[in-house]
C-alpha cells in the first residue's frame, strides 16, 4: 500500500510516499482502508521533532515511527480477535497513527460510527479538532446556555468546531480572527466578531465566562483579566517554540495563579473516545454544526498540505482524500 512516511524530522521536505507493507491490526484494532484524513498541527509538530520534548516519546535522533497522520474515516477492512462492537463493512471515523495512508490501524476504543449522512470528508475533519473544542467548554469551561464564551483563533480547525459547539449549548459566543475571516466567523454562528489587526480584546469591556485560547499570543495575566468573576480560561494552542519553555512555564504558572481570586486558568490536551466522537458527529448529523473544510489534497501531495497548514492561514479544517 502507499502510505507517507519520514525517516528523519524536518520540514515538509522529509515526507515520502512509498509503497510500505499492509498493517495487520492487533486484538483490540481494526484494519481501516481510509477514504480521507485531516491535517493537524499535531502532524507538523510529529514531523518536526518540535517541541524537543516530543523526541522524548517519538525518538531522540529519528522517529521510531514513520508513519504520519491521525485523523481517519473510512471503511472497516478486518477486526482484531476481541473486537466485537465493529465488522468488516462498517462505515467508521475517528483516529489512528498513520492515517496518511491507504490502510491505516486503529484502536477500537477511539473509533465511532459514521452515520449515513455525515460524508468521509466531513467525518476526517472531526476527531482531534472537535474533540479539543468540546472537552475544552464542556469538561474545562463547564460551558451551559447564557454562558459568554470568547473563541481566540476562531476560524482555524479547532476554533470553527469551538464556535458552533458553544451555540449549540446555548452559549452567546465571540470569535477572534483576521479581517478576511470575519464573514466566515458571523456565518458559522458567532453572535460577535473581534479583528485582531484593529482591536485589542483584553481592552474591551466585555467579560467572558470561557475564554478558549487556540492561538497564545497574550499573557495569562492579559486573559485573566477579561474574565469573568468564577470565569474558566482554557489553553489548548500550539506552539512554534522548539524547546517548548514558554508553554512549560504557562502551564505551571497557570495553577498558581488560579489560586488567586476566583478565575481558574487551565489547560487542554483531548481525549479521544468513542462516547464524545459520537456526540460530536450526531451534532454533525442534524446540521447544528458543520464542519469547515478550506482545501482538499491527494496522498502524494500531504507535504503540500502540512506547508499550507504551518502557514497559519487555513481557514477551517485541510483534508487528505484517496486519490
Known amino acids: 500500500m502507499q502510505a507517507i512516511v519520514y525517516r528523519t524530522y524536518g ?3 522529509v515526507l515520502r510516499c512509498e509503497e510500505i507493507e499492509r498493517p495487520v491490526p492487533a486484538s483490540d484494532e481494526v484494519l481501516i482502508r481510509v477514504h480521507a484524513a485531516s491535517v493537524n498541527p499535531f502532524d507538523w509538530h510529529f514531523m518536526r521533532g518540535e517541541p524537543y520534548l516530543f523526541r522524548l516519546m517519538t525518538g531522540l535522533g529519528k522517529p521510531k515511527n514513520p508513519r504520519l497522520g491521525a485523523d481517519v474515516a473510512g471503511t472497516v477492512e478486518a477486526v482484531g480477535k476481541d473486537v466485537t462492537r465493529l465488522r468488516a463493512g462498517d462505515e467508521v471515523f475517528g483516529a489512528g497513527r498513520g492515517s496518511f495512508a491507504e490502510y491505516v490501524c486503529a484502536p477500537v476504543s477511539r473509533l465511532a460510527v459514521k452515520p449515513e449522512r455525515v460524508s468521509f470528508e466531513q467525518a476526517a475533519a472531526v476527531p482531534i479538532a ?5 472537552q475544552a467548554l464542556r469538561d474545562k469551561g463547564h460551558v451551559r446556555s447564557g454562558h459568554a464564551v470568547l473563541v481566540n483563533g476562531a476560524a482555524g480547525g479547532v476554533g470553527t468546531f469551538a464556535v458552533q459547539i458553544a451555540k449549540a449549548f446555548g452559549a452567546r459566543v465571540t470569535g ?3 479581517t478576511r475571516n470575519l464573514e466566515l466567523v458571523r456565518g458559522i454562528g458567532a453572535d460577535d466578531v473581534i479583528d485582531y489587526a484593529r482591536e485589542d480584546l483584553t481592552t474591551r469591556a466585555e467579560r467572558y465566562d470561557i475564554v478558549l485560547d487556540l492561538v497564545g499570543n497574550r499573557s495569562l495575566r492579559a486573559w485573566r483579566r477579561v474574565l469573568k468573576p468564577n470565569g474558566t480560561y482554557v489553553g489548548a494552542a500550539g506552539t ?5 519553555i514558554g508553554p512549560l512555564v504557562q502551564m505551571m504558572a497557570a495553577p498558581v495563579l488560579s489560586l488567586f481570586g476566583s478565575r481558574k486558568l ?3 490536551l483531548a481525549s479521544i473516545n468513542t462516547d ?3 456526540l460530536v458527529v450526531d451534532l454533525v448529523a442534524s446540521g447544528k454544526v458543520t464542519p469547515v473544510i478550506d482545501r482538499r489534497y491527494p496522498l502524494r501531495e500531504v ?4 506547508r499550507y497548514l504551518e502557514a ?6 485541510v483534508i487528505i482524500v484517496r486519490g
Open 11 to 13: 520540514s515538509p521536505d
Open 130 to 134: 472537535a474533540l479539543t473544542a468540546l
Open 176 to 178: 477572534v480572527c483576521s
Open 240 to 244: 512554534t517554540d522548539p524547546w517548548m
Open 266 to 268: 487551565v489547560s487542554l
Open 276 to 278: 464524545d466522537l459520537a
Open 303 to 306: 507535504p503540500e498540505a502540512i
Open 312 to 317: 497559519g492561514h487555513a481557514r477551517g479544517k
